[in-house]
């Protein structure tokens, strides 16, 4: 009897562990199928694939629609969004046109060719690619060519002072633009939240919306300003790396140089 009671338990177990994943098996062929009418799963299925569709759809929205929000956003800031917004593009352009500045000083070949042409006593030629040049370098090492005779390094010294503020231009705007956006931003944080307190005066405290509607827009400010001056202060951190890295490099091609044009100045 009791071997009997057991198999019979066993086979119920095998049954039940059997029924469990060929349940899950159909909930997914209803899914899969939408021919297939199951009783349990079909309605949850077709719900599912109706939810799906209606997300995809609200994921491609239209470029105008979300341009409206984003002006309406601008809007709800007040009066101290329109210069973080002006603050916005200027630190875009200055951003573009640092990089293409950047992007035309890259290559280190004239320089190359100067150094072959002054050690192979070319001087005339390697003046010449100097002071045709783009490179701030090339034109640092025209001017200790120029000088050879008297004193390279100090024409060399004076022509990199030269230089220099053409590396650095609108830096310092970058700069203003970093310390100024977060304090446009509170600014308008505080001018929302005197409204907000006029608000309060008016209708008193019993109407919660209006108060809390006022402090919300009273808040865009500030991460406006915020999220303008992190983007600008990493464009001047690079751009002021790029500075110093351009600095070391006219250091080196300047020594180069020099040592050269002192080999060359030996052998006559």
């Given at each position: 009897?009791?071997?009997?009671?057991?198999?019979?338990?066993?086979?119920?177990?095998?049954?039940?562990?059997?029924?469990?994943?060929?349940t899950?098996?159909?909930?997914?062929v209803?899914?899969?199928?939408?021919?297939?009418?199951?009783?349990?799963?079909?309605?949850?299925?077709?719900?599912?694939?109706?939810?799906?569709?209606?997300?995809?759809?609200?994921?491609?929205?239209?470029?105008?629609?979300?341009?409206?929000?984003?002006?309406?956003?601008?809007?709800?800031?007040?009066?101290?969004?329109?210069?973080?917004?002006?603050?916005?593009?200027?630190?875009?352009?200055?951003?573009?046109?640092?990089?293409?500045?950047?992007?035309?000083?890259?290559?280190?070949?004239?320089?190359?060719?100067?150094?072959?042409?002054?050690?192979?006593?070319?001087?005339?030629?390697?003046?010449?690619?100097?002071?045709?040049?783009?490179?701030?370098?090339?034109?640092?090492?025209?001017?200790?060519?120029?000088?050879?005779?008297?004193?390279?390094?100090?024409?060399?010294e004076?022509?990199?002072?030269?230089?220099?503020?053409?590396?650095?231009?609108?830096?310092?705007?970058?700069?203003?633009?970093?310390?100024?956006?977060?304090?446009?931003?509170?600014?308008?944080?505080?001018?929302?939240?005197?409204?907000?307190?006029?608000?309060i005066?008016?209708?008193?405290?019993?109407?919660?919306?209006?108060?809390?509607?006022?402090?919300?827009?009273?808040?865009?400010?500030?991460?406006?300003?915020?999220?303008?001056?992190?983007?600008?202060?990493?464009s001047?951190?690079?751009?002021?790396?790029?500075?110093e890295?351009?600095?070391?490099?006219?250091?080196?091609?300047?020594?180069?140089l020099?040592?050269?044009?002192?080999?060359?100045?030996?052998?006559?």
């Amino acid at each position: 009897m009791e071997s009997n009671r057991a198999k019979a338990n066993g086979r119920s177990l095998c049954a039940t562990a059997v029924e469990i994943p060929s349940t899950f098996i159909t909930a997914i062929v209803c899914c899969i199928s939408p021919s297939m009418i199951c009783a349990p799963w079909g309605w949850r299925c077709r719900a599912w694939r109706t939810a799906s569709s209606d997300s995809t759809r609200e994921s491609k929205k239209d470029p105008a629609l979300v341009m409206a929000q984003v002006l309406a956003v601008i809007v709800k800031g007040g009066i101290v969004m329109i210069p973080l917004l002006i603050c916005s593009l200027i630190s875009l352009a200055l951003t573009i046109e640092r990089i293409l500045f950047w992007a035309k000083l890259k290559s280190r070949e004239v320089l190359r060719e100067i150094l072959t042409h002054v050690e192979q006593g070319e001087f005339d030629q390697a003046l010449k690619l100097g002071k045709t040049s783009q490179q701030p370098i090339a034109r640092v090492m025209a001017a200790g060519i120029a000088h050879r005779n008297p004193a390279p390094a100090k024409a060399m010294e004076a022509a990199a002072q030269a230089e220099i503020p053409v590396l650095k231009r609108r830096l310092g705007v970058l700069d203003t633009i970093v310390t100024l956006a977060p304090l446009l931003g509170l600014l308008g944080t505080v001018v929302g939240m005197i409204g907000s307190f006029d608000v309060i005066a008016d209708v008193g405290i019993g109407q919660p919306h209006a108060v809390t509607g006022g402090v919300a827009e009273a808040l865009i400010a500030t991460p406006t300003g915020l999220l303008i001056a992190i983007l600008s202060l990493v464009s001047y951190n690079y751009f002021t790396a790029r500075v110093e890295r351009e600095l070391d490099q006219m250091e080196h091609f300047s020594s180069s140089l020099e040592l050269l044009l002192h080999e060359q100045a030996g052998k006559h």
